[in-house]
């Protein structure tokens, strides 16, 4: 078959490589209806996140099993599933806690920009519709779940969104916007999004802001707090991953109020006595996105939510480098492959 393989800065090739297989008993392999471009892929795409040697790339995935390892035994070939980007037994101590991203047999999901996937840890990583395959409609949809709906997911759960809250989401990218759609869902009355892009603001409306600031910094900071009457926000979703969008972030927070982090961090570094006294609680990583992923499928299959929308270039496979280019220049939101 045919994969996407990053060969260095802004070099992403579609050439041949091995087909998967099955390696140990616990695996599945997927016949993928769908992959995409993740925003954490344009980190070793700039150059920003150094590779050794030519990688495989893509961890976001949805599809059909075509064949299973001998020892998994809750789903069978013909499903339909969506998986996490982060596998997991979901039976060891961390994954019975809720933390599968921390699973003490994690593997972070590779060479999924491709028409076939091998998934380790079938078992505790896939979640297969009930009744049957979804309509072709659905499918961008179930495929934000395998990691961008899940990691906006948990970036509203992190930061402790609850009814009546007041949040604020730094980022506008696909994991801010569907962070949006989040906080939504857990109730949040007031969502001030940070974005100074009309297409992401109309998105980040459609998905349930009810302010957009254009601002960054402390600029952005002043006007958070000159519409919390000068409180602060309750929640606080991170989703960029930058000193600057963290720090943001922990200064919008009220004293008591929560910040989830979700941006995979390039340079961060806090100040320890600043955030001594600024009385916010801290919490992100990894999405652990297992454990969201059955709620998430049905609220997409019972037309709850439509986070499918955050995909505005849907292109084929072979033309995978043309997504890469669109979400760096930000034409793009975020790219659709279909297989």
Known sequence: ?????????????????????????????????????????????????????????????????????????????????????????????????????????????????????????????????????????????????????????????????????????????AVGLLGILSAKQMGAERIIAMSRHDKRQKLA?????????????????????DMTKGIGADSVLECVGTKESMMQAIKSTRPGGHVGYVGLPHGVELDGQQLFYSHVHLHGGPAPVRRFLPKLIDLVLNGAINPGKVFDLVLPLDQVAEGYRAMDERRAIKSLLRT
């Not at 790339?57 to 070939?77: D, K, R």
């Not at 459609?206 to 707090?225: C, M, N, P, Y």
């Open 1 to 173: 078959m045919k994969g996407t393989v990053l060969y260095g800065p802004r070099d992403i090739r579609f050439e041949s490589r091995d087909d998967p297989k099955i390696v140990e008993p616990t695996d599945a392999v997927l016949r993928l209806a769908a992959t995409c471009v993740c925003g954490s892929d344009l980190w070793p795409y700039r150059g920003l996140q150094p590779i050794d040697g030519p990688t495989p790339m893509g961890h976001e995935y949805c599809g059909v099993v075509e064949e299973l390892g001998s020892a998994v035994q809750s789903i069978t070939p013909g499903q339909f599933v969506v998986g996490s980007f982060a596998t997991s037994d979901n039976t060891c101590p961390h994954c019975r806690y809720g933390y599968q991203s921390a699973c003490a047999h994690r593997e972070f999901m590779l060479r999924a920009q491709a028409p076939f996937l091998r998934v380790p840890q079938a078992d505790g990583t896939l979640v297969a519709t009930p009744g049957g395959a979804p309509s072709a409609d659905l499918v961008p949809s179930l495929l934000a779940c395998s990691d961008v709906l899940g990691t906006g997911w948990f970036a509203a759960d992190a930061a402790n969104v609850r009814p009546g809250a007041t949040a604020v989401v730094v980022g506008d990218g």
């Open 205 to 225: 409306r459609e998905f349930g802001a009810t302010d957009i600031v254009a601002e960054r910094g402390d600029l952005a900071v002043a006007r958070v707090k």
